[in-house]
Each structure stands twice: as structure tokens, then as C-alpha cells.
């Protein structure tokens, strides 16, 4: 981070894919965040151990980021589905978008109307409305 800090200017987004995302969440909750990382984003944050809901789940990230959090999840994610998700609270910065019959790469299933690109392209609007929403 502190690389990237001095080979650009203006707002930053922490984020990362998967375990990726949970270690910008983690950065999130550090005492010394720069200013300029306004938000981070995950995609397909392993909320628990692949297919293992029973066990801890991974929130304390989440629960400690200083900034807001847009998490891009497959609704079918084995790390955290949907149905799975919808039982816990999540705090009130962290923004969850579920990806249409979406696995952990976010690609749907062979008879799915959904499709992985258009998976991606949700995903990257919906990063670009985070961030609108954070620049104002």
C-alpha cells in the first residue's frame, strides 16, 4: 500500500479477490489507513471455510474496516451463499450485491440465464456506483 501511495495521486480502493479481499478488509481496520483509500471492495469474500458454514465465520474484518465495504458475492458462493448470508447481520458499511447463480469465480451454471461476463459487468458497474457514491 504504502508503494501505491507514492506512485499516485487522489482516492484509492483497497480490494482483492477472495482471500485477496479478506486481507483488504483487514488493511481496512488498520489504525494508520490513509486517508485517501475511501472504500473497500471484495469479490467472493470468503465469509467461511468452502462449503463449511458451521464453523466461525470470517466477519471480524468486516466488522472492524474503517471505510465502507462493497462485498461482490455469487449467490451460490460455497464460501457464503445467499441463503447463508441472509441469516447473519453484517454491519451497516459493508454493501452486499449478489451475482446471479454465481459460484466462487462468479460464473453461473450451463442452464443459467446468467453468464459469467455478465456477472463481470455487474460487478464493475457496481464498483463504479460505489465509487460514485463515495466521491459524491
Excluded at 487522489?10 to 482471500?19: F, N, T
Aim: proline share 8%; charged share 25%; with cysteine.
Amino acid at each position: 500500500l504504502q508503494a501505491l501511495l507514492k506512485e499516485t495521486d487522489g482516492p484509492l480502493l483497497l480490494g482483492g479477490k477472495s482471500m485477496g479481499g479478506r486481507v483488504a478488509a483487514m488493511l481496512g481496520g488498520g489504525n494508520s489507513l490513509p486517508g485517501r483509500v475511501l472504500g473497500i471492495c471484495c469479490f467472493g469474500y470468503p465469509f467461511h471455510p468452502t462449503g463449511k458454514p458451521d464453523t466461525d465465520w470470517r466477519l471480524t474484518p468486516l466488522e472492524e474496516a474503517k471505510r465502507p465495504v462493497r462485498i461482490l458475492q455469487g449467490d451460490r458462493d460455497p464460501f457464503g451463499n445467499k441463503a447463508e448470508i441472509d441469516e447473519i447481520s453484517l454491519p451497516k458499511t459493508v454493501s452486499l450485491i449478489y451475482l446471479e447463480d454465481g459460484n466462487h469465480d462468479f460464473g453461473p451454471r450451463g442452464k443459467s440465464p446468467a453468464t459469467l461476463d455478465g456477472n463481470i459487468a455487474l460487478s464493475a458497474k457496481s464498483v463504479r456506483e460505489f465509487v460514485d457514491g463515495l466521491t459524491g
